[in-house]
């Protein structure tokens, strides 16, 4: 018999103590090896503090992870909140401008419209000319150049020289009349007499040293013809002209 089944015969009070410790005492060595000791329960106790910080600390790393991924979503909305308006203020320009080009085109076929018809008026009202006016007799471009020689000499011009029919730089009739001196280029058409008339004469004047310059045709002018001489300084006689300094010899 043991110890404590000993104590269990004894009559005094501590028997309660010693029977209630034995009834809750480990009944084998092993048993009471794998009792948890204060130690053990210390070392869980801080092992979970330390997985509580550590949970806090990711917590608050993901925080602030969240917290920078709305800036960025904040800053870019913004941006492209911007490039919209960008984009609308951009477009509303170029609507703007296309409305103005519109407004040019317009302007521009009704102001073409408007040149093409003085211009259609302009080539009509020569054509006329032309039928009512031409009755300069001649057969060909060199006997219009003396024919028309005589015609200046009749109007009082003086030194009337025909130049050879080959080299004349341009100048078919070079005369003189109170002291000016004009350079005539001639032109026997059945059409209507271009710029290349007037680009010749320009340098006939250089060339005889002319202080004026004459287009003279039994024909009528076209109208580039006509801007062209009117910025070089060309006068240009068409056969209604012509046709009056016959009638005032």
Not at 50 to 72: G, P, T, V
Not at 116 to 126: C, G, H, L, N, T
Not at 231 to 237: D, S, T, V, Y
Request: glycine letters at 6%; a negative charge.
């Amino acid at each position: 018999m043991g110890l404590l089944d000993s104590l269990k015969n004894f009559p005094f009070s501590l028997r309660g103590d010693y029977e209630e410790f034995y009834k809750n005492a480990p009944s084998t060595p092993k048993e009471r090896q794998n009792e948890p000791t204060d130690s053990c329960a210390g070392s869980k106790t801080v092992q979970h503090i330390s997985d509580l910080q550590k949970y806090r600390i990711i917590l608050q790393q993901y925080s602030e992870r969240l917290k920078n991924r709305e800036a960025q979503i904040e800053t870019h909305e913004r941006a492209s909140l911007d490039k919209i308006k960008s984009a609308s203020n951009s477009a509303h320009e170029y609507s703007k401008a296309l409305l103005d080009t519109e407004y040019r085109v317009i302007d521009y076929a009704k102001r073409f419209d408007a040149k093409e018809s003085s211009i259609f008026a302009e080539i009509q009202k020569d054509a006329e000319k032309f039928k009512a006016h031409n009755s300069t007799p001649a057969h060909d471009g060199f006997e219009f150049e003396n024919e028309f020689s005589k015609v200046l000499a009749a109007n009082g011009f003086k030194k009337v020289v025909v130049t050879p029919k080959s080299g004349d730089y341009g100048g078919d009739i070079t005369a003189e009349k109170e002291g000016v001196k004009y350079v005539v280029q001639c032109k026997y058409y059945t059409s209507m007499v271009g710029i290349d008339a007037v680009q010749q004469v320009c340098g006939a004047k250089i060339h005889y040293g002319a202080h004026v310059g004459v287009v003279a045709t039994n024909s009528v002018f076209t109208h580039a013809a006509k801007i062209l001489a009117e910025e070089a300084g060309i006068f240009l006689w068409d056969c209604e002209i012509i046709e009056s300094m016959k009638k005032s010899v």
